[in-house]
């Protein structure tokens, strides 16, 4: 069920009218003519066998309103990217797939290195900042949404619901973030949202008191989906985490250029689910284990940006702060599906906090001994400063790989 409810520094716009997709993608035409609409869908090419992607395109293949497709295909060799422009061949709007690891992108990949400007790790940021790249590039679009492929339980609603804040004219929204509720297999989802995010959060405001920052991301309802939308200006000045800090680093970044007011949160889905990451307790680089170190570690350098002195003194009196309140919410959450039905894992719930915390000394000490770190992607603006055609070289490439 819908609320009403506003809290936070930042606009909740709630589904409250589940049938109006009709009526919202009449709407989302004519907006269109004034503010033309791109998606980009960052993907593996695993992700073409598996169970979620098909769906999701032939859900897509409906939309009407979107001038423009950029599909970032991730570890393909040529076979396999043959295989995906039949598979994307569906799609009746105008579509391009970046093939990443095709010897064009590649060669421009290395000239970039060379400068000093390119994205040094493979993996979804730097997926996203090249499909960004081409959509600045191509100018076929003013407003861009993303969203992973992953998705189980996607529909036409969940793209409109996230394109609706910035496409339409009469908003002055320049940023949008997805939320929802994570359940599947009759238990709640989203773990490193529930105990790892929301806590730390709540334990930084106890050991460093009431800061800006922290009261806007915990205005997020779901500050980890990988669902938002942007106007085109703002994708040209933001700079790209590429580690799992990238949800987390999407919004910092939106802090520090854009005023609250023209950010918002929009509910786009009654449920969610999509592939699920291990834990990965006994390794520390994969899995959900990496992903907790690499998100604590994009909150303590941007809060590091905002003048707040980190020592292992005070990531020690956070880690019993942080410790206590995800506690706390395990508590919350076993209430919570004892009154819906659902089956809680208590035991394994406090084995993730226990990981969770141990991660959080892990991202602290990182963070001491690493300070000169740079794990953002410059901007596309930076980028075209040190090479002024660098934009027609990503075109002409990703053209004459789609030919």
Request: aromatic share 10%; hydrophobic share 40%; with cysteine.
């Amino acid at each position: 069920m819908s609320d009403f409810f506003q809290n936070g520094t930042i606009t909740t716009l709630h589904r409250l009218n589940k049938n109006r997709l009709t009526e919202m993608e009449s709407e989302l035409q004519e907006f269109a003519k004034q503010r033309p609409m791109g998606l980009v869908l960052p993907s593996l090419f695993s992700e073409l066998t598996g169970p979620a992607l098909k769906p999701i395109v032939e859900e897509i293949s409906k939309v009407s309103y979107l001038n423009e497709i950029i599909i970032g295909l991730d570890n393909a060799n040529a076979d396999e990217f043959a295989h995906a422009r039949e598979f994307f061949s569906g799609l009746p709007q105008h579509k391009r797939i970046l093939w990443n690891d095709g010897p064009r992108l590649r060669k421009l990949h290395t000239q970039l290195l060379e400068k000093g400007i390119a994205p040094k790790e493979q993996g979804k940021g730097r997926n996203v900042w090249y499909c960004y790249g081409y959509a600045i590039a191509s100018g076929r679009s003013e407003a861009v949404a993303l969203h992973d492929c992953d998705i189980l339980t996607y529909d036409r609603q969940l793209l409109a619901n996230l394109f609706y804040p910035v496409a339409n004219p009469a908003f002055n929204f320049e940023f949008c973030k997805g939320y929802y509720y994570r359940m599947a297999d009759n238990k709640i989802n989203g773990r490193v949202c529930r105990l790892l995010v929301t806590p730390l959060l709540r334990a930084l405001k106890k050991v460093l008191g009431p800061l800006e920052y922290l009261e806007y991301l915990d205005s997020f309802r779901y500050a980890l989906s990988g669902e938002f939308a942007t106007r085109m200006d703002t994708i040209k000045e933001i700079r790209i985490p590429s580690d799992w800090g990238l949800e987390i680093g999407v919004l910092s970044e939106m802090y520090r250029n854009q005023s609250r007011k023209h950010i918002c949160q929009v509910e786009i889905a009654d449920a969610y689910d999509h592939k699920h990451q291990d834990l990965s307790a006994d390794y520390i680089d994969a899995g959900l284990s990496k992903m907790s170190i690499d998100i604590a570690k994009a909150i303590f350098r941007k809060l590091a940006t905002e003048g707040v002195v980190l020592n292992k003194e005070i990531f020690r009196t956070l880690k019993a702060a942080y410790f206590r309140e995800a506690l706390d919410a395990v508590e919350a959450f076993y209430s919570d599906a004892c009154m819906n039905g659902l089956s809680f894992d208590r035991h394994q719930e406090e084995k993730t906090v226990e990981l969770f915390t141990q991660n959080i000394i892990h991202a602290g000490d990182h963070f001491l001994e690493f300070p000169s770190e740079t794990p953002f992607i410059p901007s596309w603006n930076r980028v075209v400063s040190a090479i002024p055609d660098v934009l027609d070289r990503l075109k002409d490439a990703v053209e004459e790989d789609n030919a």
